[in-house]
């Protein structure tokens, strides 16, 4: 093998760092060989290049190929230069296979600087890991591009200079007479290689993100998410609050929270004993004294483990079991909830206020690893009770990253002053704690709710503190769309509704307003909509999230499917969490043996690659933005004597979209009626979880495996007697 001489010249050496060249790339335009150094003019290379891979590894071997323009200026700012053009990856090693879409080189903005170095390189994959970074990606280095998608190193490359004609405006008219051309006689892309405007790729049969790639940190870089959200920050420091309390006002400022942070990071080091690894238990509601103490229990790079505060000691009893934690914070109000011998710290304490505003202490601990585990979220399951979800560090770090890169908090400050995000969202659940590191990441002000909220105190609030964004789960949206007074709303910009699908009335009410999306405790954000067009789609779901690879699967043979074809949406992001704690036959069940994470969910994709949701395979009762497992109420409810079988079903609700209903079979003689069973229930669980409806039935309908037949019981009568009233 020999050392590829390109690498140490000037031509490509920003690019590229040094590689022994194993492979060979032959690189042909309108059927002419171009060599390296080759001086080509636009019209040259209008039409798609032809790529020829020869490799001298004769194992089966895969690659990805990018192509780069480190000339190219950015279409947002014209002053950077942005590299990366096209890839296509999950490449054989063949000779005489072609490769790549249209590429046209970009004129520069300067009219002194008309020269463009256009470089191919290959880099040889480990194992079948089809990517897809669609658009532009700044400042492209082989090594950074590398890390950041699991590739070998570069094997090959080749590079030729494109200098432009006719002035500013040759190549501009050179592209029209192209596609004036193309349009009476279409040159066809071969199919295998187009990548459709559904984000469909061929050859891996997998869809692709639509949207703009975004780069996260090299993971073998030392960074909690606390650490990497407050680093996107402005220097100064912003001068609008931090966060806020939505009832009483009171307000921490953005060096006030840094400050308590530190403090506490101390603190909890010293008289609490949390080092890394070790789990906390946070049973409380939103206050102000919520984010503080999450940022420096992950500066700490300890795992932040937060339950509804609602729950029965029954499952607070299963989530301690699942979490194993050291030290647990309370109120006073909750924290008799807890076991006695668990130690636990009262948020509503002194010792806790000389904790929070004790001066600066500790700095965050540098080992703190993006793989290490952030949070443990319960998420509902479909056998027995929940399931613990660990979220690392590079999980947050993903979910924050897209939506600081596509929105520029400093521009947006300039045009209407400072924004303010009201979470309606309590910071227990995912997407709470989720907006509030994307809100402080932005340097934006969160605007926190505590405790069970009203429709009418959510929009006050809204109204009274000017926000910006909100985000709502599908009740809140449906009440706000049907309001009978007028809403002064005028700051709002963002509506983010998640948790469940929004009536289709609803959402045409707010389609002006806020973007549908797709997403879960387990794979994080899967897809979304941005812009009033993409929100026109009322029935979907949106287009996948930036980073999100997908993929159909035909629910009886495993064959991966195509646009317009139903499956089961399969998953890789970087999004999707590490797995379940201390439940190997869940993470069995839940990813494929390449890491692809299986929704449950019944998908198909349209043309315009627009994700929709069909069914769900897994049967959680989706109840506002809550999940229900039916299997825990179905084992709770025979546990009542009295009761012989029984089966958890959704119900059709207006407002919260389904409810909890029970088909109950009595054992002989019994009485029960409706509401004991009902109050049965409702003195285990959460509020969510209670039973709306009980119907008495002879026998459950059974499978040949023993299953519960659901499509059978939701043929019931009383659904066909509901669509009649």
């Known amino acids: ?319 301690l079991s699942l979490s194993n934690p050291r030290v647990a914070f309370a109120t006073s109000a909750t924290a008799a909830k807890l076991p006695a011998g668990l130690a636990t710290i009262i948020l509503d304490s002194p010792r806790f206020r000389s904790f929070l505003d004790g001066g600066d202490g500790g700095e965050a601990v540098e080992e703190v690893a993006q793989s290490d585990v952030a949070f443990f979220q319960f998420s509902s399951g479909t056998t027995g009770m929940m399931k613990a979800a660990a979220l690392s560090h590079r999980n947050m770090i993903a979910i924050v990253a897209p939506c600081h890169s596509m929105r520029n908090p400093v521009a947006e400050r300039r045009r209407g002053g400072p924004e303010a995000t009201l979470l309606t969202a309590p910071l227990f659940h995912a997407m709470g704690y989720a907006f509030l590191l994307i809100g402080l990441a932005l340097g934006e002000t969160a605007v926190l709710i505590g405790g069970r909220t009203s429709v009418k105190e959510i929009v006050q609030a809204a109204e009274r503190h000017r926000v910006t964004s909100l985000t709502a789960a599908p009740p809140v949206v449906v009440e706000m769309a049907r309001w009978p007074e007028p809403l002064d709303l005028v700051a709002l910009k963002y509506v983010i509704c998640g948790g469940a699908p929004v009536p289709e009335a609803a959402a045409e009410q707010f389609m002006r307003l806020f973007p549908h999306g797709y997403g879960s405790t387990e794979a994080g954000p899967i897809s979304g909509m941005i812009g009033q067009e993409e929100c026109r789609r009322l029935r979907s779901v949106g287009r996948l999230a930036e980073n999100v690879e997908a993929m159909l699967v035909d629910t009886t043979t495993g064959e991966r499917l195509s646009v317009g074809q139903t499956g089961e949406l399969w998953l890789r992001s970087p999004y999707i969490m590490l797995g379940y704690v201390g439940n190997e036959e869940a993470n069995d069940a839940t990813f494929d043996s390449s890491g692809w994470l299986k929704t449950g969910d019944l998908c198909y994709f349209d043309e315009d690659g627009f994700l929709f949701i069909v069914d769900r395979l897994k049967e959680l009762i989706k109840c506002g933005a809550s999940q229900v497992p039916p299997a825990e109420l179905e084992h709770l409810l025979q546990l009542l004597p009295g009761i012989a079988d029984a089966a958890v079903v959704p119900y059709p609700d207006e407002e919260a979209g389904q409810v909890p209903m029970a088909f109950v079979v009595l054992q002989p003689g019994i009485n029960l009626n409706e509401e004991e069973i009902m109050d049965f229930i409702a003195k285990q669980v959460i509020p969510y979880k209670k039973l709306r409806k009980v119907v008495f039935i002879d026998s459950i309908p059974k499978t040949p495996t023993g299953k519960i037949a659901r499509a059978e019981l939701r043929n019931h009568s009383v659904f066909s007697s509901m669509s009649k009233t």
């Not at 920003?14 to 003019?41: C, H, Q, W």
């Open 1 to 319: 093998m020999s050392r590829d001489p390109l690498v140490v010249g000037n031509v490509i050496g920003d690019i590229l760092d040094p590689f022994v060249k194993s492979a060979t790339l032959r690189l042909l335009y309108n059927n002419k060989e171009v060599m390296n150094g080759s001086e080509l003019k636009p019209s040259a290379v209008v039409n798609e290049p032809r790529v020829e891979i020869r490799g001298r590894d004769t194992r089966a071997t895969l690659y990805t190929l990018v192509m780069v323009d480190p000339d190219a200026p950015s279409p947002s700012n014209p002053t950077k230069r942005e590299h990366l053009h096209w890839l296509v990856t999950d490449i054989p090693e063949t000779a005489n296979a072609s490769y790549g879409n249209e590429i046209v080189p970009y004129e520069s903005p300067r009219p002194t600087a008309g020269i463009h170095r256009f470089v191919f390189v290959l880099f040889r994959q480990s194992v079948r890991q089809t990517i897809y970074a669609p658009g532009w990606r700044q400042n492209f280095n082989s090594r950074d591009f590398a890390a950041l998608y699991n590739l070998g190193a570069p094997v090959a490359a080749m590079y030729f200079n494109c200098q432009r004609e006719n002035g500013c405006g040759g190549r501009r008219k050179e592209k029209k007479k192209m596609e004036k051309r193309n349009a009476a006689h279409p040159i066809p892309t071969p199919p295998s290689l187009r990548l459709l405007s559904s984000g469909f790729h061929a050859p891996s049969r997998t869809f692709q993100s639509l949207r703009p790639s975004v780069p996260l940190p090299p993971i073998e870089r030392r960074l909690n998410v606390a650490a990497y959200a407050f680093s996107l920050l402005p220097s100064p420091l912003p001068s609008n609050p931090a966060l806020v309390d939505a009832a009483t006002g009171d307000t921490v400022s953005f060096p006030k929270l840094l400050s308590q942070i530190r403090s506490l990071v101390s603190a909890l080091r010293s008289h609490a004993g949390i080092d890394r690894g070790h789990c906390v238990f946070v049973l409380a509601p939103t206050s102000l004294d919520i984010p503080p103490l999450y940022l420096a229990l992950l500066s700490i790079g300890a795992v932040v483990s937060a339950a509804n505060p609602a729950s029965t000691p029954r499952e607070i009893s299963h989530f």
